[in-house]
């Protein structure tokens, strides 16, 4: 018995699991287990035999009992103890950063605008897209069957409601809003729509930004030089501008307004046709009917006025040479103007 009393402290000791302590306690304590057996065996000893006997069994149970509470103990803090050692948090270690998305290059080049404009005192004023056949074409000068409303292919929302073709209808808006007060000064950026297919330099849907100045002995002088710090501002300070004779119905006199070439700076390359000069602006002195369209009185005041496209504007700045990526959501090329 005192072997036997050996050999299961030693297992006890061994064990290295919770659950082989559990065998062990079936194997040694439980109803088939080795002890029971033993002390089964007492009622067929001589009489004589059976207290010391009984007592001996007895006291190693207990011993056994002890060394299993034990043994159940350490192993349950060991237990915990690697719990605690595996869960610890290294607080120090780099996080996952979380993926950031950046400005849409159009977004960009607006906002770029809008600051050089800021810095002429310009405000921003923000038409609506769905306009009134009246307000995109009469008010501007192109009456019914005008010839030069062919040039906009128009989509019509009823008989009399469009998608404005530009944005020089904000002219009229801009100008009623402003109700008579001196300066007027601001732009109107914004999405403008016409019945074209979408190719590599046409869309559906772009953008433009219209300029408008009324007050008191504005010149073409005024328009000259104003565009002429945009263009700088935004394309280089080594950046150019011509003006060429054209025509708008609702300014007189019309300009084009050409910027020297963004990729070749003027000197004639593939892009610029070997011209050196981009064509970027449609331009003017504010038509006298225009001005009384907006509540001013044309003998009192005169003004300018400029509208360009910003996707052609952010293409040439860039070397965008595909109008359509810009719509296209393609994280190939969004991703190069991150941090720009
Ligand atoms: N609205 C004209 C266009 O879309 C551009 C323009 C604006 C021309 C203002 C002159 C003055 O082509």
Not at 8 to 21: D, F, H, W
Not at 82 to 102: A, I
Not at 191 to 219: C, K, N, W
Request: proline share 5%; glycine share 10%; hydrophobic share 35%.
């Amino acid at each position: 018995m005192d072997d036997m009393g050996e050999r299961v402290l030693r297992e006890i000791e061994e064990a290295k699991t919770l659950a082989g302590l559990d065998q062990l306690r079936l194997k040694y304590l439980g109803k088939k287990g080795e002890i029971t057996a033993l002390l089964k065996t007492v009622g067929s000893l001589p009489k004589e035999e059976r207290p010391g006997f009984g007592a001996k069994v007895n006291a190693l149970r207990e011993v056994i009992e002890t060394r299993l509470r034990e043994k159940t103990a350490s192993l349950e803090r060991e237990a915990l103890e690697e719990k605690v050692r595996q869960e610890v948090v290294d607080v120090t270690l780099p996080g996952n950063l979380p993926q950031v998305g950046s400005l849409h290059p159009l977004t960009k080049a607006l906002r770029e605008i809008v600051g050089i404009f800021y810095g002429m005192g310009f405000t921003v004023y923000e038409s609506r897209e769905a306009e009134t056949d009246e307000m995109n074409f009469v008010k501007l000068n192109l009456e019914p069957g005008h010839p030069a409303r062919d040039a906009q292919d128009t989509l019509y929302l009823t008989d009399t409601t469009l998608l404005r073709t530009h944005t020089s209808p904000g002219q009229i808006r801009g100008m009623l809003e402003m109700q008579g007060r001196l300066p007027v000064r601001f732009i109107v950026p914004g999405r403008v729509y016409r019945r074209d297919p979408m190719d590599a330099s046409h869309s559906p849907v772009f953008h433009q930004v219209e300029g408008l100045v009324i007050d008191r002995h504005i010149t073409f002088e005024h328009l000259k030089g104003c565009f002429l710090e945009f263009a700088r501002g935004f394309f280089g300070p080594d950046t150019e501008i011509r003006l060429r004779p054209s025509y708008f119905p609702f300014t007189e006199p019309s300009a084009e307004i050409d910027v020297s070439c963004t990729i070749c700076r003027g000197k004639g390359c593939q892009v610029c046709g070997r011209t050196g000069w981009l064509e970027l602006s449609g331009a003017g002195m504010a038509h006298p009917r225009v001005i009384r369209n907006g509540g001013y009185d044309p003998d009192e005041v005169t003004g300018f006025a400029f509208g360009f496209g910003l996707d052609r504007a952010a293409m040439l700045k860039w070397g965008i040479d595909d109008l359509r990526v810009l719509f296209e959501n393609d994280l190939r090329f969004l991703t190069q103007f991150e941090g720009l």
